[in-house]
C-alpha cells in the first residue's frame, strides 16, 4: 500500500511541476480551433465513395461540433475551402442541383455556427456572380484576400476578419490558389487571383499587423503553402486543403500547418494557447495523452490486478519525464494539442440536422459533374 501511495504522489508532484513550467510571462488564452476543408457539397456520408465509405455526414459533424462547444469557453469554426460543390458542370440542370446542395449545405453550416468559409477554386464552378449573391445572403462570411474584381482591383468578398479571444487579436486570412482548372476560369472573365503569397504579405503587413495571432485559410498547393510559410512568416496557424488529403500537424518555419481530407471524412481540432508575442509552438499532445493515461490507471488502482497497473504506472511515469524534459519551457510560447477525428458511423449524429437532410432528399438529388 505504502509502495502504491508513494508512486501516485511522486506523479502528484511532476503534474504541479508541469503547472508551474506553464505559467506565461505574458498574456494568453486558450482557443479550441476547429477545422474542416474539402467538404465539396457533401451531406450525407457517400457510401459508395471508395475515399471515405460510410464516414463522413454533416449531422455527425455537428453533434461533434456541439459537444465540443459545450466542453470550452472559446470555440472558432473554420472552413478552409472546396466546401459546396464537388466539381464544374456543363448541363445547366445538373448546375442547379448542385447550387440547392450548396444553399442547403450552407445553411447547416450555419447552424453549426462555423465563423468564416474560406472560398476555394473548385467553388467558383457555380459561378463567381452566384457566390457573391449567396455570401450576401449568408450569416457565415465568405473570406477571400486574393480573388479580385478586374475592374476594381478589389477582392470580391471580405479579404480578412479579426476575433478578439482572452484579450489578444487573431486575424484570419482567406487564400486561393492561382492553379485553376480551365473549365473553373471560363466563370472568371471579370475576375483574377492574384499571388497568394504577396497578398498575404501586404494584408499581415498593414491592416492585420495589430494582431497577436494569424490564421490562413490556405487553399493552395503544398508548393504554394511551404512558400507560404518560408516567405510570411507571421502566420500562426495555416488550414490549408487544395489537395484534398489530411496531414498531421507539420512545423513549416514558424507556422503549424494542418488540413483534412476530402468529403468530410475527417474534422480537425487543436486545442490551443495562445501567448501575446511568442511566435514559438510546442506540441504538447504526447504529454496530455499520458496525463489522461496515469488518471485512467489511478481510476482502476484498486482493482485485484494491482500489481499489473503498478508496473504501468512505472513505465508512464519514465514517459512522462521524458515529455516533460522536452516540452518543461513552455512558459511564455504557444501549445497545441491536435486532433484528427473520423466521422465513423459509430458517431452520434445531430438529430436536427439528420431529420432536415432526410426530409430534403427529394430537393437535394447529387449533381453529376461535367
Not at 480573388?147 to 479579426?162: E, M, R, S, W
Not at 496557424?237 to 496531414?247: A, K
Not at 491536435?338 to 466521422?343: A, F, G, I, V, Y
Request: charged share 25%; aromatic share 8%.
Amino acid at each position: 500500500m505504502s509502495r502504491r501511495i508513494n508512486l501516485v504522489s511522486t506523479l502528484i508532484i511532476l503534474f504541479f511541476l508541469f503547472l508551474g513550467s506553464s505559467i506565461s510571462l505574458g498574456n494568453e488564452a486558450s482557443l479550441t480551433l476547429i477545422y474542416t476543408t474539402n467538404t465539396l457539397g457533401e451531406l450525407e456520408p457517400c457510401g459508395t465513395c471508395p475515399e471515405t465509405g460510410d464516414n463522413g455526414g454533416l449531422a455527425r459533424r455537428a453533434q461533434y461540433i456541439k459537444k465540443v462547444r459545450g466542453e470550452v469557453k472559446n470555440l472558432l469554426v473554420l472552413d478552409g475551402g472546396d466546401a459546396l460543390v464537388i466539381s464544374f458542370f456543363d448541363r445547366p440542370s445538373e448546375r442547379e442541383k448542385a447550387k440547392k446542395r450548396a444553399e442547403f449545405l450552407l445553411k447547416v453550416y450555419e447552424k453549426m455556427g462555423y465563423g468564416a468559409l474560406n472560398i476555394g477554386d473548385t467553388d467558383l464552378a457555380l459561378g463567381v456572380e452566384y457566390l457573391k449573391s449567396l455570401g450576401k445572403k449568408s450569416k457565415i462570411p465568405f473570406i477571400s484576400a486574393n480573388l479580385k474584381d478586374k475592374k476594381t482591383q478589389k477582392p470580391v468578398f471580405k479579404p480578412y476578419l479579426v476575433k478578439e479571444i482572452g484579450g489578444l487579436k487573431v486575424g484570419i486570412i482567406g487564400l486561393l490558389t492561382q492553379s485553376i482548372h480551365p473549365n473553373i476560369q471560363k466563370e472568371m472573365k471579370e475576375y483574377f487571383v492574384e499571388n497568394p503569397i504577396k497578398v498575404a504579405f501586404e494584408t499581415i503587413k498593414g491592416p492585420l499587423s495589430h494582431c497577436d495571432h494569424i490564421f490562413a485559410l490556405a487553399h493552395l498547393t503544398p508548393p504554394e503553402i511551404e512558400t507560404l510559410a518560408k516567405e510570411v512568416p507571421h502566420i500562426s496557424v495555416i488550414i490549408g486543403g487544395n489537395d484534398r488529403s489530411f496531414i498531421f500537424p507539420k512545423q513549416i518555419h514558424r507556422s503549424i500547418y494542418v488540413q483534412t481530407d476530402a468529403f468530410g471524412a475527417h474534422i480537425g481540432r487543436m486545442n490551443l494557447k495562445l501567448a501575446k508575442g511568442s511566435k514559438e509552438f510546442v506540441d504538447v499532445l504526447p504529454r496530455a495523452m499520458i496525463q489522461k493515461n496515469i488518471k485512467e490507471v489511478q481510476k482502476r488502482i484498486e482493482d485485484p490486478q494491482y500489481a499489473r497497473e503498478i508496473e504501468r504506472l512505472k513505465a508512464m511515469e519514465k514517459q512522462f519525464h521524458e515529455q516533460l524534459k522536452k516540452t518543461e519551457n513552455t512558459g511564455g510560447k504557444n501549445t497545441f494539442e491536435n486532433h484528427l477525428s473520423l466521422m465513423h458511423p459509430g458517431m452520434k449524429s445531430d438529430s436536427e440536422i439528420e431529420e432536415l437532410i432526410i426530409s430534403s432528399k427529394d430537393q437535394l438529388k447529387r449533381p453529376i459533374p461535367w
